[in-house]
């Protein structure tokens, strides 16, 4: 058993990643993520690793490819201005298939937007972010305790599958305390012959590279790509199931809007609907086969998100359609109180 | 028979695919040549740039990683961070350092990150097919300056030797250029000092290449290296910028 510690959820995220080998970061200071940087500035000298403030995120995350390359564990973090300016950086991850992980602690937008929590960056996130042909693995944490787990589980399936894990955080989640254990950590070894370790007159150059001048080529490496993001969404789907078994209505929601939700299903319970939550952990892979278990047997479906609507459409490629799915949702930094989806169980139910 | 001349080993058979007249050639040989006498090849980790140099990781018969347009002084960070025992150095252009790499070259150099860059100057954007570049000289015509660079309405040449020397981090700043065998012989001696300074773990050192782009310029070879002499050299003068090497104990 570890240690049970209070902790913020953007300093679990630092210290997680320390425990899972991460030995270099690179950020800059955005609100209201600034604390992941924080911390690193402060732990990373203490363990041996390199923390370094950089000009620009576009610069951070640039200083992750290069450690990246060589192999080694990294990680960026920001909030979603400074995201999108690592998008350059994050497509050239995907390009050349390098591992790191990159954390958004999500406030409002568009623009300059706002410094509340939200959860507008859903489509950026899941869609790639960048330019080009690509996925990445998005695991959203709904507690301070997931931010450290998902943090730990994000390395090993970076390095397993050699491409970037965004964990999609939002400011609720980033600045809220809770009790977290950080178990001693096995970090998955994973060989990286690929790395560039210098070919010490022993082996021919490692080139870490997202140029193909021949389309064919390029399409080749485009088609390998997609066969591993299929494997992945065959095998790395995560979803959580809250009172699902006998619901008719099911809600459903990631990271901080879950949390308030589940307030709301158990009033709704109280009052005799039965309806029940599905909590995608890992964004994409969405986890269409958890949606789709339970399309017959629910009459709606509710997307509660903290922007204008996104996920909501994974929702209803997931179901086929088969059912309507309504949207419950705050934007631009206001975060929705359980009444408020307590009435949209409750319309949607056609309870008065 | 005693072999007199060959090609470096850290030099690649590829063919290179820069056009005649072109000085990337001269210049990946200086280098080659400085990695081969330094006897530092099997721990040599290059950054290529996006530009005509782009495919500089066929040519070096060392590990490569090919970065973002300008970021190479960002992903050299990332790599000597990872391991500082590793010699890192970047090829770039002025188009990648000096416009849209600008800021990564400056902190990397306030930094006095341990590493080398090599800049080559040709005052054009080569692989692109000859825009103006934030090099380019005043008055002078590319595909996107066609009645000539003027300055009230662009701006001034970028000159960053001398825009360098401002920073208190920088170790070892010089210009110079390949248009002779004298000059060669220079910018080999310049090149060599820039990877034994990161050897000696002494910080940031970039030698600025003045160099041509016949193809560009609408110039034969020979033309352009006169070129370099009648136009280029008087814009940017050769020379060390700065040098805080003999000040360190």
């Known amino acids: 058993m570890g240690e049970k510690v209070l902790m913020k959820g953007n300093e679990a995220i630092a210290e997680a990643a320390i425990r899972a080998g ?15 940087a924080a911390y690193m500035s402060k732990r990373m000298p203490k363990v041996g690793g390199v923390f370094l403030q950089a000009e620009s995120e576009i610069a951070a995350i640039n200083m992750v490819i290069g450690v990246a390359a060589t192999g080694k564990r990294v990680m960026t973090s920001s909030s979603s201005p400074g995201i999108s300016l690592k998008g350059e950086g994050i497509s050239y991850l995907a390009g050349c298939d390098l591992p790191a992980v990159v954390v958004n602690v999500q406030r409002g937008g568009p623009g300059l937007g706002g410094i509340q ?31 450290a787990s998902l943090t730990v589980r994000g390395f090993d399936l970076a ?26 950590i096995e970090p998955l070894k994973v060989e ?11 082996r021919k150059p490692n080139i870490v590279n997202s140029l193909y001048l021949k389309p064919n080529e390029l399409e080749k490496t485009n088609f390998d790509r997609y066969k591993k993001y299929t494997k992945i969404a065959e095998t790395e789907a995560l979803a959580e199931e809250y009172l699902m078994e006998d619901a008719e209505i099911c809600v459903t929601a990631f990271g901080i809007t879950s949390r308030v939700a589940k307030n709301a299903i158990k009033e709704a319970r109280a009052q005799g609907i039965k309806v029940g939550m599905i909590r995608p952990i890992t964004l994409w892979p969405f986890p269409k086969s958890t949606y789709m278990k339970h399309a017959d047997q629910c009459k709606a479906f509710i997307s509660v998100e903290m922007n204008m609507g996104q996920m909501i459409e994974d929702v209803q490629l997931a179901i086929e359609c088969k059912k309507p799915v309504t949207l419950c949702n705050r934007t631009g930094g206001m975060i929705p109180k359980p009444e408020e989806i307590l009435a949209k169980i409750k319309e949607v139910g056609g309870v008065k | 028979m005693a072999v007199v001349f060959s090609k470096p080993h850290s030099l690649t ?12 050639g001269i210049i990946h040989r200086l280098v080659a040549e400085v990695i081969d006498e330094l006897e530092i090849e099997g721990d040599t980790i290059g950054v290529a740039s996006v530009g005509c140099s782009v495919m500089a990781y066929d040519y070096f018969n060392v590990d490569f990683v090919q970065a973002a347009h300008g970021r190479a002084p960002a992903v050299a960070t990332g790599v000597k961070r990872s391991d500082p025992s590793k010699i890192v150095f970047t090829y770039q252009g002025d188009g990648d350092l000096a416009a849209i790499g600008t800021a990564e070259t400056v902190h ?39 009645y000539g660079r003027d300055v009230e309405a662009v701006g001034f040449p970028i000159k960053i030797c001398e825009l360098l020397s ?17 000059n060669v012989k220079k910018a080999k001696r310049a090149i060599k000092k820039a990877f034994q ?11 600025e290449v003045v160099s041509t782009c016949p193809t560009n310029w609408g110039l034969s070879p020979q033309k352009s290296l006169e070129f370099i002499e009648t136009d280029m050299l008087p814009a940017y003068p050769l020379g060390v910028y700065k040098d805080i090497t003999g000040e360190e104990k």
């Open chain 1, 117 to 147: 929590p939200s959860q507008a960056d859903y489509w950026q996130t899941t869609r790639g972010g960048g330019h080009g042909d690509y996925h990445n693995i998005v695991l959203a944490p709904a507690s301070v305790q997931e931010m």
């Open chain 1, 192 to 202: 990286k012959p690929w790395a560039l370790t210098g070919t010490g007159m022993k």
């Open chain 2, 13 to 24: 058979d590829k063919s290179l695919h820069y056009c005649p007249g072109c000085t990337h």
């Open chain 1, 159 to 184: 390095d397993k599958y050699r491409m970037v894990v965004m964990i999609l955080a939002d400011g609720t989640m980033g600045q809220m305390m809770e009790p977290v254990e950080i178990d001693n």
């Open chain 2, 166 to 182: 401002n920073i208190e981090g920088a170790t070892y700043l010089e210009r110079v250029t390949v248009n002779n065998v004298a």
């Open chain 1, 22 to 36: 991460c030995m270099h970061y690179f950020g800059y200071p955005i609100t209201p993520q600034t604390e992941v």
């Open chain 2, 197 to 207: 300074n990161q050897v000696e773990g002494k910080g940031f050192s970039l030698i």
């Open chain 2, 108 to 146: 990397a150099a306030a930094r006095r990150e341990n590493i080398t860059i090599i800049f080559i100057n040709n005052a054009i954007y080569g692989m692109t097919g000859g825009q103006m570049a934030p090099t380019t000289l005043p008055g002078m015509v590319t595909q996107t300056s066609p």
